[in-house]
């Protein structure tokens, strides 16, 4: 079984500063790609930042600049530094990660986060 765990959502106001965590764990061989999505109020969930197995990332123009997602392979766990916030950051944000499960390059699957809430008002 393979979970993904978040934390670090909250309520903060605008200019300031949130750390996400999402934490994999249970029968994992590798994990490949992770990422950050959210979906604000109303809207379609969307992607904020990916990032390689290998380090090399990638931003939603939305938030280049302000946003940071790192990994800690050793600890199978990505991390979105959130900074500058604005109101319109305002959504749930979702965890993702690309799991291969076993020996076999078939077992390859994405799994999800159940989200947690971030919300930018003063």
């Known amino acids: 079984q393979v979970q993904l765990v978040e934390s670090g959502g909250g309520l903060v106001q605008p200019g300031g500063s949130l750390r996400l965590s999402c934490a994999a764990s249970g029968s994992i061989f590798s994990i490949n790609d992770m990422g950050w999505y959210r979906q604000p109020p109303g809207k379609e969930r969307e992607l904020v930042a990916t990032?390689?197995?290998?380090?090399?990332?990638n931003y939603a123009d939305s938030v280049k600049g302000r946003f940071t997602i790192s990994r800690d392979n050793a600890k199978n766990t990505v991390f979105l530094q959130m900074n500058s916030l604005k109101p319109e950051d305002t959504a749930a944000y979702y965890c993702?990660?690309?799991?291969?499960?076993?020996?076999?390059?078939?077992?390859?699957?994405?799994?999800w986060g159940q989200g947690t809430q971030v919300t930018v008002s003063s």
């Open positions: 993702n990660a690309n799991i291969r499960r076993g020996l076999s390059r078939l077992s390859v699957r994405d799994y």
């Open positions: 990032i390689t197995s290998g380090g090399s990332t």
